[in-house]
């Protein structure tokens, strides 16, 4: 039986035997997409203020012991292999069940005839069966005129303004499991439907994101972490809430995005179930709380993120939403909402981006307008820019949507007023290709080696890279490809197709040689002869001499970068709606992790200004600590320190003074100095000895890889001068002329690092020495501030309770 489900539910999915709104065993559907398929349905009625009725009904058959015999009515129907009810009759025939009772099993009893629940055919034989009447009910619908059939405002007044706009659906049913909904116009075509109603699903709250925030409020608050006989360790709670809280979280939002203010109040409620559990008296910084650790954060989830991520790509996937009856309904209501709402501009795309529409969120899914307030407050803006526009060429354009499009971007030129457009169409001139066409030529040529500019340091997801591409032969073109996303693979690629577009398609004689061995294997097509010649081989071959060549013009041509073109992109073969940042270019990877990295570099970016430059990551090393500190260590005390002396916010008398807490903000140890965290960590006599022994530890580790890798004292004198005062104010050291080693902060390595002919020609050993080198004084540094704020705390404990017991 698990032999026939596996091949039959793709075969299903196929052929498309069950209808695009049944959601169960439906590939290619989420349960978030039904979620969204009935917030459109709601918006649009909300939109166009039309009377639509549902009903909702559950039948509670579900899988249990189902009567096989509606699937075998299914399978006839549908021309299906009889040999599928010869095999099901057989695994039902003579099936022993047990009985479990409060004084344990029974004795088996023999049935026959039924479908036993968790079978594996169990969710395809009920869908088969209950796909029959969804299809009895279309049928129905399709000569009722009271069907609730949805278009576009502009459809609805004969004046389509876009392609879009020529889209209708009707929707008659959506089935999920054994839960359903039926819609109509009237009361009448509702009764009349419900002779032929199917299983329906649970009550839920549709298009309702404050429902879905109090939810998770509720649940956040009710959440209880476990108890321990001492201080639960951050790496313990960062598991706890990702495993418990944040896996929740994604699911229910998966379902119902919740607006970004709404988001963010969550990540304060689990900060502050964290901050309980740690004992500290004032609040970090959620933001330090939830970035990486690479960007000194403690790698905690973000539900802000998360939610705007999903968000976003729930809009993505539904304009282009593989069953068409929900792309359509997405595509009508994207057409509303550009050109009855917003005034024909695009909502998700450049000037879009910048108007604000929470107020139409009875009219729009809620889920999308989150999703288009996350987009333009990303930086740069992302677009879903519309990948097809042969309905602007093709004239398929209304002249009301082309005269307000001209209008929003020119308004204070002159253009053809209402009357005008009226008497064009009662000339029957309503679209664009009414008044004339244009054809567009191409006689140039498009776009095999590839190259990359050698990467000065590791490079990020956000940084700008450059690939050029070259060919040669009969002909010798280089072109550029630039982006953030752009990578030696797409030079490779390009560059096949510009040999194949640019030789001639009449020589059969023409071979394609590429050193990209991978493309060559991918690549398999009789009619095209392309072969791998090795890179950088000292043969004397015809195809190694040419594959230098084309090495010479690729890598020479990364002087003269401004001569280059650049290389257009393919996007014929990209999905309809496809996202588009200026930075980047076309985005077709996955876009909750291009939302996570970019607003986790956005929050890094904005607390990097002020906060007394505690997290201006900038000024120091850029090498990134060590995780084992930050999210596997079992105390992880000094990963608590840091999260809260980055944040400003340790209990010092400094701050304890500021907010009243303290009658005095100077040292308590005796110190003639204000106590502040820099007093504490670098200048407080009662911790010169820890400082100085904690530098001489570095100092002798520092020296110790130095001579692992051939390299003596005298060559490395500026690094372990530097060790050897790690600890100590030196402004020829730290770029703000005072020491930040308290913070996780190192001084810039990489000017530091010794050079001697002969031991350091090896580029990657010697980044390897750079990384061990900090990641050991970054350890020392963060353990060395855990000792001592420890220490502290316990002498201010004993001071307290001295003044107590005095009282």
């Known amino acids: ?41 709601k918006c649009w009625a909300k939109r166009h203020k039309v009377e639509v009725f549902a009903l909702k009904r559950d039948q509670m058959k579900g899988f249990d012991y189902l009567s096989p015999q509606g699937m075998y009515d299914a399978v ?20 022993r069940c047990f009985i479990q009772t409060a004084h344990g099993l029974t004795e088996p009893i023999t049935i026959s005839g039924v479908t036993k629940q968790g079978g594996s055919l169990s969710p395809v034989k009920s869908t088969l069966t209950t796909s029959l009447g969804h299809h009895y009910l279309n049928d129905l619908i399709s000569t009722d005129p009271d069907a609730l059939v949805i278009t576009s405002g502009s459809a609805q007044k004969a004046d389509p303004h876009l392609p879009d706009d020529l889209m209708q659906t009707t929707i008659v049913m959506t089935e999920a ?32 994101p404050q429902a879905r925030y109090k939810e998770l409020k509720h649940f956040i608050d009710d959440f209880t972490l476990p108890r321990f006989l001492r201080r639960a360790p951050i790496t313990l709670l960062r ?76 809009l993505h996937r539904d304009l282009n939403h593989p069953i068409p009856s929900y792309q359509i309904l997405a595509r009508i209501t994207l057409a509303d909402w550009t050109c009855t709402i917003n005034n024909c501009v695009n909502p998700i795309d450049t000037d879009g981006l910048t108007r604000d529409f929470t107020r139409h969120a009875n009219r729009i899914p809620h889920g999308w307008i989150i999703a288009q307030k996350a987009m333009s407050e990303s930086k740069p803006k992302l677009s879903l820019k519309c990948t097809d526009l042969r309905g602007i060429l093709n004239g398929d354009v209304s002249l009301s ?55 000065t340091l590791p490079a990020c997801v956000f940084d700008p890279k450059l690939v050029t591409a070259a060919l040669t032969g009969p002909k010798t073109l280089v072109l550029k490809l630039e982006g953030c996303n752009v990578s030696i693979l797409h030079g490779e690629l390009v560059g096949l197709i510009m040999c194949l577009i640019i030789s001639d398609p009449n020589d059969a004689d023409t071979s394609l040689y590429s050193d990209h ?58 999905d309809k709606f496809t996202f588009f940042t200026r930075a980047d270019g076309w985005i077709e990877s996955n876009i909750r992790t291009y939302i996570d990295k970019s607003q986790i570099v956005e929050a890094s970016k904005r607390i990097a200004v002020g ?124 770029p703000l002329q005072y020491c930040t080693y308290f913070l996780g902060h190192l001084p810039n390595l990489d000017h530091l690092m010794p ?32 000792r001592i704020w420890g220490d502290w705390q316990r002498k201010m404990a004993m001071k307290n309770d001295v003044r107590s017991w005095k009282t």
């Not at 567009?440 to 590839?450: A, H, K, T």
């Open 76 to 95: 006839n129907a549908y021309g299906l292999p009889s040999a599928i009810i010869d095999l099901d009759r057989a695994a039902q025939t003579d099936t």
């Open 177 to 208: 499991t054994d839960d359903s909904y039926i819609f109509a116009r009237t009361l009448a075509s509702l009764r009349r439907s419900t002779l032929a109603m199917e299983r329906f699903h649970k009550p839920a709250k549709l298009n309702d």
């Open 611 to 734: 906060h007394q430059q505690r997290m201006a990551l900038h000024l120091y090393d850029t090498k990134a600590p060590p995780e084992y500190s930050y999210t596997t260590a079992y105390s992880a005390y000094s990963a608590v320190v840091q999260l809260y002396a980055r944040s400003g916010q340790l209990p010092t008398a400094d701050l304890l003074y500021s907010r009243g807490k303290a009658h005095n903000p100077r040292c308590r140890m005796g110190c003639n100095a204000i106590e502040d965290q820099h007093h504490i960590f670098v200048e407080c006599e009662q911790y010169t000895e820890w400082r100085s022994k904690a530098a001489v530890d570095v100092h002798r580790r520092t020296e110790s890889k130095l001579k692992e890798k051939g390299y003596e004292e005298t060559d490395a004198v500026d690094l372990l001068s530097t060790a050897k005062f790690l600890f100590s104010d030196k402004p020829h050291i730290w």
């Open 401 to 455: 949507h082309v005269l307000n499009t001209f209008s929003n971007y020119s308004p204070t030129a002159s253009c053809p007023n209402g009357h005008a457009l009226k008497s064009l169409h009662s000339k029957g001139i309503r679209r664009l290709r009414d008044m004339g066409d244009w054809r567009l030529q191409f006689n140039g040529v498009w776009l095999v080696d590839v190259k990359a500019p050698p990467p």
């Open 239 to 314: 598991k706890i809430v990702k495993q418990n809280i944040i896996s929740k979280a994604r699911t229910l939002l998966s379902l119902q995005p919740i607006k970004r203010v709404d988001a963010e109040d969550l990540n304060k409620r689990i900060k502050g179930k964290i901050h309980l559990e740690l004992r500290m008296p004032f609040m970090p910084n959620s933001d330090i709380l939830t970035l990486p650790v690479d960007l000194h954060g403690l790698d905690f989830p973000s539900i802000a993120h998360i939610n705007d991520a999903i968000a976003i790509d729930g």
């Open 517 to 574: 061995l991978n493309a060559v294997r991918l690549i398999e097509d009789s009619k095209t002869a392309i072969i791998y010649t090795p890179g950088h081989a000292s043969e004397v071959s015809v195809p190694a001499q040419m594959n230098r060549e084309a090495d010479h013009y690729a890598s020479s041509a990364q002087r003269h970068l401004r001569d280059v073109f650049t290389a257009p992109i393919p996007t014929f073969f990209m």
């Open 755 to 786: 050079k001697k002919p002969g031991v350091d020609d090896d580029k990657l050993s010697r980044t390897r020495l750079a990384h061990h080198i900090a990641s050991d004084w970054h350890t020392a540094a963060i353990r060395l501030a855990g």
């Open 1 to 41: 039986m698990s032999w026939l489900n596996f091949n039959l539910v793709p075969y299903i999915a196929k052929t498309r035997i069950l209808p695009d709104t049944q959601v169960t065993t439906q590939q290619g559907v989420q349960t978030r997409d039904l979620m969204s398929y009935l917030a459109g349905i």
